[in-house]
Nanobody, 120 residues
Framework: QVQLVESGGGLVQAGGSLRLSCVASGKIFSINAMGWYRQAPGKQRELVAAIVNSGITNYADYAKGRFTISRDNAKNTVYLQMNYLKPEDTAVYYC??????????????WGQGTQVTVSS
């Protein structure tokens, strides 16, 4: 079993910044990809950004130029630096990881979510 623990959410004024962190622990042979999703009230969960082992990243259009995803492989940790936050960024942010507990097997895990609230 793998656990993902997020931190760094909170309340911030529009134009401010937050840095989210997500640490993976447990039975891990390798972490193939990590990412951040978000879900606002009444809306579907959507991709914010993702990063794979090679360092290649993928961003939602609304995140480009404002958010930066990074990863510390030695610490099994992924970060999301969010700048120039807008009220519409308010949501619960979830970390996800595609983990191989052993070679040849990949499972997907989710964190419990961290609330980000941006006031106008």
């Amino acid at each position: 079993q793998v656990q993902l623990v997020e931190s760094g959410g909170g309340l911030v004024q529009a134009g401010g910044s937050l840095r989210l962190s997500c640490v993976a622990s447990g039975k891990i042979f390798s972490i193939n990809a990590m990412g951040w999703y978000r879900q606002a009230p009444g809306k579907q969960r959507e991709l914010v950004a993702a990063i794979v082992n090679s360092g290649i990243t993928n961003y939602a259009d609304y995140a480009k130029g404002r958010f930066t995803i990074s990863r510390d492989n030695a610490k099994n940790t992924v970060y999301l630096q969010m700048n120039y936050l807008k009220p519409e960024d308010t949501a619960v942010y979830y970390c996800d990881a595609r983990v191989s507990p052993r070679p040849g097997l990949e499972l997907r895990y989710w964190g419990q979510g961290t609330q980000v609230t941006v006031s106008s």
